[in-house]
């Protein structure tokens, strides 16, 4: 067996646009094929890679520049790996994975690439199990910097004060949930926004909006990035009185989704008088369950008389979903609510449950 035929590639995140694409080369030909296709990121010399030490360079086709991209070279006791950080369309992972075809690598899934990877750290190990998933770029920079991160400030926990000890439970407490998933209902009576608030959250047109009153006939979900991070995000059917049979089980299912939500966003109709909005508040607020953390997006603020109203020990966020004002700070809020903003880069946290001390 040839040195290129031993050597494989794999993508080690989902091939989905706007994520960060990390792919592995692993073998005896890795650096062969790395001083092939990379290049200084300022001028056209060669790469010169430090052991675990990333480096921002070109990744170069014939001639052509494919792609900037962070690169790290990891030698595991002799068994020579690449981690390459490109950007994360669909068409730029596909091409570097063609172009390190064409040097010789074995192209194989990331499950079995993650397979070969014989390290000792369970922590990195975890991390490259969870990249296979991680729907979203932010998601994708903090697990690499979990990897470098983690290891060491586990191996000295036992000289952590009890407050360190203590905010890195809570962190992880989110980052476990994080990793595991989270889902975000939005709930709310009919024609208030909540499928264009979603569509807006999520980045395309995937649910069907009009000003029909129960457009929405059962609940639809799909990925949304809340500052970055990727969540699951349910659009249920509006909540009202009906005698549509179909409509009374699309609002049964939607609140049995909302039962099972860690974080619901109730949308009104900012539009409509207050004393209505407060009326509709309180009806939502019934069906739903005490426990989970909800959020008040009064959607149609831009609107010529628009007033938002008053909602006692629920957080309001007033919001154009149509325009995307307010949106960013309904994020920051959601994201808050979720506990994402004890997450960071440079501050280690657990993802596993296995992994707290």
Avoid: Y
Wanted: aromatic share 2%.
């Amino acid at each position: 067996m040839t040195a290129e035929s031993s050597t494989i590639a794999g993508l080690l995140t989902p091939l989905a646009p706007g994520a960060i694409a990390l792919i592995g080369l692993a073998g005896p030909a890795t650096e062969t094929i790395l001083r092939r296709i990379l290049r200084k990121h300022q001028g056209d010399g060669p790469v010169t890679l430090r052991d675990r030490r990333p480096s921002f360079c070109r990744i170069v086709d014939r001639g052509k520049v494919l792609d900037d991209a962070v690169v790290v070279r990891i030698d595991r006791d002799g068994l020579m790996t690449a981690e390459l950080n490109t950007h994360g369309g669909v068409r730029i992972a596909q091409r570097t994975l063609l172009l390190l075809a064409d040097c010789g690598a074995r192209i194989v899934d990331g499950q079995a690439f993650c397979r070969t990877q014989d390290t000792s750290n369970p922590v990195e190990q975890a991390v490259d199990r969870a990249l296979l998933d991680a729907a979203s770029r932010r998601l994708t920079r903090w697990l690499l910097a979990q990897r470098m991160l983690l290891p060491g400030f586990l191996s000295g926990w036992t000289s952590l004060s009890d407050q360190q000890r203590a905010d890195f439970r809570r962190s992880s407490d989110a980052a476990v949930r994080l990793v595991g998933g989270l889902h975000v209902a939005v709930v709310g009576p009919p024609n208030a926004g909540k499928s264009t608030l979603a569509n807006r959250l999520i980045g395309s047109d995937r649910v069907i909006t009009s000003d029909q009153a129960g457009t929405t006939r059962d609940w639809v979900s799909e990925t949304a990035l809340v500052c970055g991070w990727p969540v699951t995000l349910t659009d249920t059917a509006g909540l009202r009185e009906t005698n549509c049979a179909i409509e009374a089980e699309a609002i049964r299912r939607g609140r049995a989704r909302a039962q099972q939500a860690d974080a619901i966003i109730i949308v009104i109709d900012a539009a409509l008088p207050t004393a209505v909005q407060q009326q509709q508040t309180s009806d939502v607020l019934a069906t739903l369950p005490l426990h989970v953390p909800k959020l008040l997006a009064q959607n149609k603020c831009d609107l010529p008389g628009a007033a938002a109203a008053t909602i006692p020990n629920v957080p309001c966020c007033p919001i154009s979903a149509l325009s995307g004002r307010g949106t960013d700070d309904l994020e920051k809020r959601l994201a808050s609510i979720l506990a994402l903003d004890r997450l960071g880069d440079s501050k280690p946290a657990a993802f596993l449950p296995g992994q707290l001390p």
